[in-house]
Structure formats: C-alpha cells, structure tokens
C-alpha cells in the first residue's frame, strides 16, 4: 500500500478496517432488528466510518449529522458548543453516535448528557478507534472498531490540521508533522 510521505507506519490498512467495519455492521444489524435507529454522523471524523458502516448495515434507518466541541480542554463539567444540531427530532427514537476516537472522552460525554435531556428510547455509541490510555470521563462505546494506543493517527476520517482524512487507512504521523 502506498504510504503517504508525513505518515511514520500505517496501523490499520484498508482491508483490516472494512473487515472490522462489517463485523460492527452485523452487531449492530442484531442490536436494532425490528427498529429503525437514528444514526447520527459526528462531522467531521466520522464521515468515512459512518458512510461504510451504515452501507453495510442491512436494517432500516435514518440518518443525520451533528458538529460538536467542548468547551476548555479536559472538562466535564458540560459546556458543550453545538456548531450544527441534528435535524430530527429524537424523542422516543434509538440513537446510535457514530465516533471516530475516543480520546478523553469528553465530547461524547456531554454529547450523550445532552442527547439524553431530548428523551430518545436509547443512546449507543459505536466508535471506530479508542484510546482508553487518555479518558478522562466515565464514558464507554457500547461497540468498538480498535483499540489503539495513544499515539496521534490520520486518515480514514481523521484529520491533522483538517488534513488527511481521505487517506483510506489508519495510520501514525510522524512526530516532524507536528513538531515543527
Ligand atoms: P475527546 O474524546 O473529547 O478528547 O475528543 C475526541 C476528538 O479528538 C476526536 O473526535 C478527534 O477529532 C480528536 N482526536 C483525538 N485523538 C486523535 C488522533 O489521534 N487523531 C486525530 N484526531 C484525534
Ligand atoms: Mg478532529
């Protein structure tokens, strides 16, 4: 596979990822037979996990998209900045948060606190990567790509700078990326 030139090693390849990707689909197919479940894309990580996860996923759905920050670096005391809310009206539906990594975990953490204020039936978070090394906050993804260590990864969705994320795998920037 061809290495992008600021990536030190890939950690996920393509095939590694769409193999794990159809796992997840099939979990979660189980989870909501007979429902219809809210998946709801974080923009703007998310995108390329959530397009080949919900293509993969064989029961009815709706979709949408939320953009989300939180306020000051390690707090969970709930400043949460919606910069784009959902669409859909949750109450009574079964949400499922599309993550690309968790990382302290405090973004989802007043994510969920928030959704959850608007009465949806059930709130799931599936995450592509976790970065358990780092949490800061008691939250947990109910599904899980990988679990990674805690080093700084690009690609498939994720960004450095808003770069990289059309990279089809997942792999560790070089530290000179980021330390110059
Ligand atoms: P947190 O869990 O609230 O700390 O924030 C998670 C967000 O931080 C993710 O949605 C990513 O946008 C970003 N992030 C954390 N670790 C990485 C990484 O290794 N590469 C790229 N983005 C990351
Ligand atoms: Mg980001």
């Not at 703007?44 to 953009?67: C, H, P, Q």
């Not at 005391?77 to 949400?95: C, F, H, M, P, Y």
């Not at 700078?161 to 560790?172: S, T």
Request: aromatic share 8%; hydrophobic share 40%; with cysteine.
């Amino acid at each position: 596979m061809e290495k992008h030139q600021d990536v030190e090693r890939i950690m996920l390849g393509e095939r590694k990822i769409q193999k794990r990707v159809k796992e997840l689909a099939a979990q979660l197919d189980k989870l909501y037979e007979g429902r219809t479940p809210l998946v709801v894309c974080i923009l703007k990580g998310s995108t390329i996990f959530f397009a080949d996860l919900v293509r993969s996923m064989k029961t009815a759905l709706t979709i949408d998209f939320m953009a989300v920050s939180s306020y000051g670096a390690g707090t969970t005391s709930g400043e949460l900045k919606i910069k784009k809310d959902l669409t859909t009206d949750i109450k009574g539906r079964d949400v499922l948060i599309v993550e690309d990594i968790i990382d302290s975990g405090n973004t989802l953490y007043n994510l969920k606190k928030m959704l959850i204020t608007r009465v949806p039936a059930s709130v799931n978070i599936v995450t592509l990567l976790d970065k358990p090394a780092r949490r800061e906050a008691p939250i947990e993804p109910e599904y899980t790509g990988f679990v990674v260590e805690d080093e700084f990864v690009v690609g498939y969705g994720l960004d450095y700078a808003e770069e990289y994320r059309n990279l089809p795998y997942v792999g560790v920037l070089k530290r000179s990326v980021y330390e110059k």
